[in-house]
């Protein structure tokens, strides 16, 4: 069964998070992973975190294995050290769950 996240972000330089997404992206498709859905957000009504967020997606892969080795991959680590800490001020994983494929 796939595995995915639902993901709160507080993204604070679009430029330098679009580069993290740039780079990121082929990395994620070697591991059978991608976005389902994608979102800005202006507004948040009722959250229970302190975290601001301005952007929700999701992202899936095969399992969830897969997603742990995706998420520690040196080459991923690397494009996260360089692009993702200097434009994301806050992450706040909103559900994680299995869903069937």
């Known amino acids: 069964m796939a595995y995915e996240m639902?993901?709160?972000l507080h993204v604070t330089d679009e430029e330098k998070y679009e580069e993290y997404r740039k780079n990121m992206k082929p990395i994620l498709s070697e591991y059978k992973g991608g976005f389902s859905y994608d979102f800005k957000i202006s507004e948040v009504l009722i959250s229970k975190t302190d975290n601001d967020i301005n952007r929700v997606f999701t992202i899936h892969f095969p399992d969830r294995a897969t997603m742990d080795s995706f998420f520690s991959n040196s080459n991923y680590l690397d494009v996260k050290r360089k692009y993702y800490e200097a434009a994301v001020a806050s992450?706040?994983?909103?559900s994680s769950y299995t869903k069937d494929s």
């Open 91 to 94: 992450t706040t994983i909103l």
């Open 6 to 8: 639902l993901v709160g």
